[in-house]
């Protein structure tokens, strides 16, 4: 129960990993995939072998591969992360203009992004902190957000101070309004329904009132009606 | 493993629906997918809506779509390349949407890059703009244009990889590039289908993103240049 | 006195290779440079030995050179005109979006297009005879009317039936409004200014009163008030 | 003959104005003109509008023409790169305009391309959409954003001719070909300039007709990558 008691403190990095295991689980083979900064950069390893998933970097890159594991890395490749990479056989490379067609013109199947709330609703918030934030900083959260086919949230189920972070009305300013389709957490995968957060999945170890007990918002169960 | 490769033309359009509204690529000959457009006129669907710069030449191509009865309007910026069209138009049989050469391509482009719209100065004051909003920005006349978006695209590449990526050759860019990005399926004809990895990824002109079906067509260097 | 009266009646091939050589003639050094069919196709092989101009054609190529003299032109290369062309050392090649972007944004120095009419206020109508025409078809001749940075014609000062095709106002559909900068014609070349069409230079043979007597609209001496 | 290489960055730079808006290249260091922003550093103009998707990192480039009250306004997408513009910022000494990351390409794309204003679902409902105009288009929310034009481009490349064509390497395209198109001026910086004809057409990344100055700024492989 170990594991089980470290997702209810919130996640170390294998916690980590295991959120972004399960994302990866769920992806399947040909999706061109924009994986966001946090829990979601550490899904493109965890693809099982084999399959075969493109992943896109919103700096021009279609096709990374994995983190390069030599001393001599490309310095002229880097993900949105400003981190090195390498390509795939079959990569590309692009500008921005034409990174975000991709991105905004709906061509881009899936997004996993972390987030700071996410609304039974679908609202997502994940740049901005304050209205009066003292130095925002957008990147393309919300390019991805609006653009991208379906938006999936990969973060920690609470806030250090543990406070729900799905939440029924958002409190931070939103980066786009009712585009999150499914939430993977360290106690449970969520998909958003019309009738609000609906547990699709409970992690080993955690049952059903246990994650309501840490969601602000109300959860329901998959396939039984409210 | 992905593999979009589809062994004929007809197959790759196997699911194209009457009514659909198909994006060709291509400038006069050159890009110009004429085989996937044999694909169509095997395959039979109906009331189409072709986007084409031109309107085809000679008798095949477009010429034998339209001659069969099965193009129900043309969007183009010059259509006066095939006397087959002149007939049809002439006689009421095609309805004909004319849109400058730019702005046809921006309003591809548009759709593709999920643009809701943009404002032009081409056309501002024409005919062409007649019935169109207009808006004054900075002192000059620009023309609202909206998206234009097909069920298919099919264009002409030069090389081709199982995923989709695909390169140009000459003057065959033209609207290859961004009708494969506006449309919800996409066939590309290529010259050659080449292992995953031998395009350089800095040579990729289309990413495999853009592209749902590729066919090989090796053909010889294609038709006498015409002059009109 | 043959050329000159040649001139009077309708250039044949010679004459429109001489409307072409004087716009050659103005051209720098430099000079990014789209033409339009008919005479001003003619242009591009007249320009002097060593001056460097780049061509562009809106299928996607800057830096064209002449038309192949061997026997086996590349196919797939293209002009606007659908003619076999070649390529200059630093040529480059693209697609239609950013051919357009060259065209409608400002970045050809010159386009020169044959018309139908110009009017002395700039006004230019080169793409249908007709509101009702049977078949019309507009190419690229609206975007580059507006968006290229100058726009001469180079064109016969009138139809074959002896009308003047400089009118004080077009009575065939404008292709763009207010947008002609300079006329190239068999008998004179004319700037537009804004008390109209101005005479800057006569070809060889004819004097000012014989280009008025041939043209619809009032003309004005270069310099000289009106 | 033309011939547009420039011995040195601040000489290819000598008439940038007080109160320009500059286009900067680059995404966090890769593609981002070091040498030119030194240049300009070294050329003296002030009250810089900036425009690159990041304020720098460290205390060199960008933060340092910061540091030095030179600029008065950033408009980026993710300027929490640099702790000077944070502090500047904070003490009100910088305007700080934030746009998403696309609509800044596209803002920029508009004004190289002669695009009015478009409309773009991006920020759509946000803090980011306050003030601006927008429109529901099929139902769904648009924003419009209108094009954002350079007094100068400053962008890197990895090759380069006299005429100005470019090539980009790995992941350094980014913004600096777009930049290219939208200003009055643009300068190049490059790894190195080649013969006229070395650079195959059908490899031309940014054509020559955008770029008007070029400077060869060789240098070993750049900056240890960051992440942030």
């Not at chain 1, 973060?155 to 939440?167: F, I, P």
């Not at chain 2, 062409?128 to 234009?148: H, M, Q």
């Amino acid at each position: 129960m170990r594991a089980a008691a470290e997702r209810m403190v919130g996640p170390g990095l294998e916690a980590r990993k295991a959120i972004a295991r399960l994302v990866a689980r769920d992806i399947p083979e040909g999706w061109h995939v924009n994986l966001g900064i946090g829990i979601p950069t550490l899904i493109s390893d965890l693809v099982p072998a084999g399959r075969e998933v493109l992943f896109q970097s919103e700096n021009g890159i279609l096709g990374m591969g994995p983190a390069p594991d030599d001393e001599t890395p490309d310095p002229w490749l880097v993900n949105a992360g400003k981190q090195n990479v390498t390509l795939l056989p079959g990569a590309s490379l692009f500008d921005h203009t034409l990174s975000f067609t991709m991105i905004r013109g709906g061509h881009i199947d899936l997004c996993v992004l972390g987030a700071l709330e996410v609304a039974d609703n679908g609202d997502l918030a994940n740049w901005s902190t304050s209205a009066a934030d003292t130095a925002p900083a957008v990147g393309g959260a919300m390019d991805l957000a609006v653009g991208a086919r379906r938006i999936w949230v990969a973060m920690d189920h609470t806030t250090k101070q543990g406070a729900s972070k799905l939440v029924s009305a958002c409190s931070y300013p939103l980066t786009a309004a009712g585009v999150v389709k499914r939430v993977y957490t360290n106690l449970a995968v969520l998909d958003v329904t019309p009738r609000g957060f609906e547990v699709r999945e409970l992690l080993d170890g955690v049952d059903f009132d246990a994650v309501q007990a840490r969601t602000d918002a109300k959860l329901h169960r998959a396939g039984v009606a409210a | 493993m992905i593999n979009k490769q589809v062994a004929r033309a007809a197959e790759a359009l196997a699911d194209v629906r009457d009514g659909s509204t198909i994006l060709v690529g291509g400038f006069g000959q050159i890009g110009h997918p004429m085989a996937l457009i044999d694909g169509l006129i095997e395959q039979g669907a109906r009331d189409l809506v072709i986007v084409c710069n031109n309107a085809g030449v000679g008798t095949s191509g477009l010429p034998r779509l339209m001659k069969l009865g099965r193009v129900a309007k043309i969007i183009c910026s010059y259509p006066r390349t095939a006397a087959v069209f002149t007939e049809l138009y002439a006689a009421g049989k095609l309805e004909l949407e004319i849109t400058p050469q730019g702005t046809l391509a921006e309003r591809i482009r548009a759709a593709g890059a999920g643009i809701g719209g943009f404002y032009t100065r081409t056309s501002a004051g024409t005919l062409l703009a007649a019935g169109k909003e207009t808006r004054e920005i900075d002192g000059v006349a620009y023309v609202f244009e909206k998206p234009l978006k097909g069920d298919v695209a099919i264009i002409e590449a030069w090389e081709g990889d199982r995923w989709g990526n695909l390169t140009y050759r000459g003057s065959g860019q033209n609207f290859n590039p961004v009708m494969a990005t506006a449309a919800a399926l996409t066939v590309a004809q290529v010259q050659r289908v080449v292992e995953l990895g031998a395009i350089d990824p800095e040579d990729v002109v289309t990413p495999s993103i853009f592209v749902d079906r590729v066919v090989e067509i090796p053909y010889e260097p294609p038709y006498p240049a015409i002059s009109y």
